[in-house]
């Protein structure tokens, strides 16, 4: 984390020579804005990376629970409905995931996947090709809001930051999923409940998409079946750009904070600078082989000082 | 696993011999005329321009007596799938096929298939840039994009700043629409491009980009989105900054017609895509009955705004085709 946050600052203070409109209140709270919707879809997915497995489903899940939500709004009225038809799909494909994961033993790529595609053909035979849109304000605030002048989506950042970093350093159920993630049969030996933890690992990963999937469709003030499409990738190179360990049992919330950050960071940047932004995902690339170096190099000096 | 085994054999005898009863005796249907078969093939099932097509596609088989059978890409624009999808197309043998390739060159083999395979093809809105068609029909996407910005510079009173949210660099019909945005910029000296980045033809993506260039630029008095999806994000960034701006996309879909109504979006400009969907099949239906159809049709172009939004504001369920000659003057 400490390499990662001299990153941040450096990134910061580059862009603050370069541009003066970088330096702003206003650009920087945009840019945590921005961050947060990374954020959000990213964090369930830093638990479940901990505990040595993978949720490919989570980009479909939020596009599904966006679209699932946007109807329950508009066919109710209530908010509360929207949130609750939301919250309880992305929850419910983590639950699938989880069972297929532990008592199908299913490889989490393999069930991920294939639950990814489900999901897309779900939520095409859904929505029909169809755009639901229009939504009141008091809904679109959860998205565009702000409130004493932050915005909205950044106190829900900040909050599932708190509640995830309680949730892994000072709770059992925390310490458990690093040592699953460390070594699982070790784990199992040593009396840890492997399957249940891993099930509320890839319960938490879907509700966390489901809550971004509500919080995407107050920000768009609309859902089209593609509109989760093009999140997975940028939320696995938050985890990866923060420090998680893809073979699980290291990493953290706040790293995958600093990585949505950076990657937030990058596009802010290019486009208060006005370069051309095609090169974003290549820049995107260069940070996460970047961050896995140095990894790769601190682990080792560390082993060889063992 | 032995006992699965049988079970599943027999499952699927069932289902075969099911399969087999349900196909239709085909000596009985001999003195009745046959109806024809048009394929259709769109680009994906999430983009709403496409659903029109497929609507109005299906009002023109109506019309005309004739059954449409849709080809979709479960991928959104997945050039293997579409390709797929020509072969077991062409072994159903339609009587023709309306076709939007995905691609327009990668798809030109596919073309080649339906030509060996004697099936008429009408090519429908993206220019296919090889094989044998009955005609071409579409829209100029660099001539809307050009009347669009005009019409926007005009209400700009032809000064002030400007920024272009681009669709997928490298697709042509992106290349097209940033042209025609650019050209309508040479014939408006006073009006300044201050930045020309992706949204990639993605809401979201167009909401971060306009998130971010409202930072930079104190004074934005106008934006030119690529797509409505896009010009509804630029849209939704300029309200979460309090900011205003005249906004202007292209395709009138069923949202930006909604956003026009209620003041947010200038214009959008477009050839009606219910429109091209009708003249798809009818040019199809047309050439197998032996009239005449001619090679290319560019669809006329509009620009809804607050003024005649009316005209796309019609439920496309309960909308019928034009007549043929109202579209094709000879």
């Known amino acids: 984390v400490k390499y990662r946050l001299i990153g941040v600052a450096m990134l910061g203070i ?171 049969e070790a784990a199992r030996l040593s009396g840890i409940p492997v399957g249940s933890r891993l099930i509320l690992s890839y319960t938490v990963s879907g509700a966390m998409a489901g809550l971004a999937g509500v919080v995407y469709l107050a920000r768009l003030n609309s859902a089209e079946a593609g509109i989760g499409d093009a999140l997975l990738l940028p939320a696995i190179a938050a985890v990866l750009i923060g420090g998680t360990s893809l073979f699980g049992g290291s990493g953290g919330l706040l790293g995958t904070l600093i990585g949505a950050i950076i990657l937030t960071l990058v596009l802010n940047g290019m486009n208060l600078l006005t370069i051309n932004t095609n090169w974003q995902p290549l820049v995107t690339g260069m940070i996460v082989l970047l961050a896995a170096s140095v990894d790769s190099f601190t682990r080792r000096r560390t082993e060889s000082r063992a | 696993l032995r006992k699965q085994r049988r079970t599943v054999a027999i499952v699927l005898g069932v289902c075969l011999s099911l399969a087999a009863c349900g196909q239709p005796k085909e000596s009985g249907s001999a003195d009745q005329p046959k109806r024809e078969t048009i394929a259709l093939f769109t680009k994906n099932q999430t983009n709403p321009y496409f659903k029109t097509i497929r609507l109005a596609a299906q009002a023109a088989a109506k019309a005309l007596n004739v059954e449409v059978v849709d080809f979709v890409p479960t991928k959104a624009d997945s050039i293997p799938e579409q390709m797929s999808q020509i072969e077991d197309a062409i072994t159903k043998r339609p009587d023709a096929a309306v076709f939007i390739p995905v691609d327009s060159v990668a798809l030109v083999p596919g073309v080649e298939k339906f030509n060996a395979a004697k099936i008429p093809v009408v090519n429908l809105v993206d220019r296919a840039e090889g094989g044998e068609f009955v005609s071409f029909m579409g829209c100029d996407d660099y001539t809307v994009s050009l009347e669009t910005a005009r019409y926007l510079f005009k209400k700009m009173n032809g000064k002030g700043n400007v920024i272009i949210i681009e669709g997928m660099s490298g697709s042509s019909n992106n290349t097209k629409r940033v042209g025609g945005f650019k050209k309508a910029l040479e014939e408006f000296p006073n009006i300044k491009l201050l930045a020309s980045q992706t949204g990639k033809f993605q809401r979201i993506d167009a909401l971060q980009v306009t998130d971010n260039l409202l930072q930079a630029h104190r004074q934005i008095d106008g934006i030119l989105a690529a797509n409505d999806a896009m010009a509804l994000g630029a849209i939704e960034a300029l309200d979460g900054a309090n900011r205003k701006a005249l906004v202007i996309g292209i395709n009138g879909t069923k949202e930006a017609i909604d956003a026009v109504k209620a003041g947010k979006l200038l214009a959008t400009g477009d050839c009606d895509g219910f429109v091209q969907g009708c003249m798809g099949v009818m040019g199809a239906v047309r050439h197998l009955r032996n009239q005449p159809v001619p090679k290319e049709i560019i669809f006329p172009i509009t620009v809804f705004d607050s003024t005649n939004y009316q005209g796309a504001d019609v439920p496309y369920e309960s909308r019928n085709c034009p007549p043929w000659e109202k579209i094709v003057k000879e």
């Open chain 1, 14 to 184: 580059a862009l603050a020579l370069s541009s003066d409109a970088f330096l702003t209140v206003s650009n920087l709270l945009n840019v945590l804005r921005q961050a947060s919707l990374i954020f959000l879809s990213a964090s369930g997915l830093t638990l479940v990376i901990v505990g040595a497995g993978l949720d490919l489903s989570i980009g479909a899940n939020v596009g599904l629970s966006a679209c699932l939500a946007a109807a329950a709004i508009k066919s109710t009225g209530m908010l509360s409905m929207g949130f609750g038809a939301g919250l309880a799909c992305g929850m419910a494909i983590g639950i699938l995931n989880g069972l297929m994961v532990t008592q199908l033993r299913l490889p989490p790529f393999i069930a991920t996947y294939g639950m990814l595609w489900m999901l897309y053909g779900v939520n095409y035979w859904y929505m029909k090709g169809d755009t639901i849109y229009g939504f009141p304000p008091e809904f679109r605030a959860l998205g565009s809001g702000n409130w004493l002048s932050v915005p909205i989506p950044v106190y829900l950042m900040v909050a599932a930051l708190l509640a995830g970093v309680i949730f892994t350093r000072y709770t059992t159920f925390g310490h458990e999923v690093y040592a699953i993630g460390a070594n699982a």
